[in-house]
């Protein structure tokens, strides 16, 4: 069912709905998983009650157009990159893992399950001169983006869909260009995107 807003008024959207949770619940979640304490299952269903209950919280607001494509388990911007296929060549392998724990390796430098040594997590920078912080995408001279997957976010949209009656608004968080512009690079690859 499609919701028909009346041409006198605008719509009502949000976007960049928070993600941690009213009590927290994706950091402790992340950090039990990291630890052993949770195992992936446990984790990804905590991660998707918080999804829900941020889908139910728009709902409940009344808005028209609800926000979705924003929830990531970590960060926005690597949750992006990792979808455009970034990978440091100093991670080879690691796309072995699937995408929730490919994340974690970069973002941490640290492999919790125990198939990749240690190594240096992306680095960590402010958006924009705000507070925000978010994890730098590494991109290579000869980067082409031909290991995109973005499932991450198309399911996001199909269980946004599940709960609701509205549309649904996909968001993708940054454009191909945006990710390039705010990505770290090779000086080579710097003047390739100008």
């Known amino acids: 069912m499609t919701t028909t807003i009346p041409r006198s008024r605008v719509p009502s959207h949000i976007l960049g709905y928070p993600r941690i949770g009213d009590k927290r619940q994706t950091k402790f979640a992340l950090e039990h998983y990291w630890k052993g304490k949770k195992d992936k299952e446990v984790t990804q269903a905590a991660l998707l009650e918080v999804f829900t209950t941020n889908i139910q919280d728009q709902i409940d607001a009344g808005l028209d157009i ?50 990749y040594e240690d190594n240096a997590a992306w680095q960590m920078t402010k958006w924009f001169d705000t507070n925000y912080h978010y994890l730098v995408p590494e991109l290579e001279a000869d980067e082409d983006f031909s290991n995109t997957d973005f499932t991450q976010v198309f399911k996001q949209v199909s269980d946004a869909q599940a709960i609701i009656e509205k549309k649904v608004a996909i968001k993708m968080p940054l454009a191909q260009a945006s990710m390039t512009f705010i990505a770290r690079a090779p000086l080579i690859a710097t003047l390739c995107r100008l």
């Not at 970034?86 to 490919?102: C, I, K, S, Y």
């Open 66 to 115: 609800i926000t979705t494509g924003d929830f990531a388990h970590y960060d926005l911007v690597l949750s992006q990159a990792v979808s455009f296929g970034m990978q440091p060549p100093r991670f080879a392998g690691a796309e072995t893992l699937d995408t929730f724990d490919r994340q974690f390796y970069f973002a941490r430098g640290r492999d919790h399950t125990g198939q």
